[in-house]
């Protein structure tokens, strides 16, 4: 439950299959079941306290869709260490090269305030419960009540802790270690939270699970 340090660095790459084709929802799945691994790479876990990971049309590059890994590192050098091996060993998947991939460098670590941190620290949370959710309960079960949700439970102003925490309780170890520390509360509030005055925290779910968005109505 440690939370992001206040220097740190931030990266991007994108990833698709081996023949770089963009991804529909279904392939943006599959890849993500072949990159799972990588959150599991001592070398990764040990200089990236934190990550999430959506599916995003690379717009300033063919207008394709790849899964965008977001990372957050203490150690640059070894995070990208971590990820172009196993890249260049998995034999299913590969690193998209987009304009809008950034890799940093070992003097790029930088201090980030109160309220960046608290993004942030929502981000890595959010997607360590996804992640387990995914796999247990199954993408399209979960895909299909996010879907719900957005359009139906938010517009109807029910709070996703009614909606959510029944599932989020069955399938995550992570959220029920939240619970433990008493930090369940804020995981809620920054769900329904307008972060840096533009990103509802749900919209981060609804990226993660290739759901169509739109305009939020506040």
Aim: contains cysteine.
């Amino acid at each position: 439950m440690d939370d992001l340090p206040i220097n740190h660095s931030t990266g991007v790459e994108f990833f698709r299959f081996k023949d770089l084709q963009p991804l529909n929802a279904d392939q943006y799945f599959e890849c993500l079941n072949f990159i799972r691994p990588l959150f599991k790479d001592h070398v990764f876990c040990a200089s990236t306290p934190g990550f999430y990971f959506n599916r995003i049309t690379n717009t300033n590059d063919d207008k394709g869709n790849s899964l965008r890994l977001t990372y957050y590192t203490t150690d640059p050098i070894r995070t990208l260490e971590s990820i172009n091996n196993f890249a260049d060993k998995n034999s299913k998947i590969a690193i998209f090269e987009s304009s809008d991939s950034s890799r940093p460098s070992a003097n790029s670590l930088s201090e980030h305030d109160l309220e960046e941190l608290r993004f942030r620290n929502f981000l890595n949370r959010n997607t360590k419960i996804c992640l387990e959710i995914l796999e247990s309960y199954g993408e399209h079960s979960f895909q299909e009540f996010v879907t719900w949700y957005r359009y139906i439970g938010l517009s109807q102003k029910i709070h996703p802790k009614s909606v959510f925490s029944p599932i989020f309780e069955k399938h995550s170890k992570y959220f029920n270690e939240l619970k433990k520390n008493s930090l369940d509360d804020q995981y809620w509030e920054d769900l329904v939270f307008v972060h840096k005055g533009k990103n509802l925290g749900f919209h981060f779910i609804v990226n993660m699970l290739a759901v169509p968005e739109s305009k939020y109505n506040f």
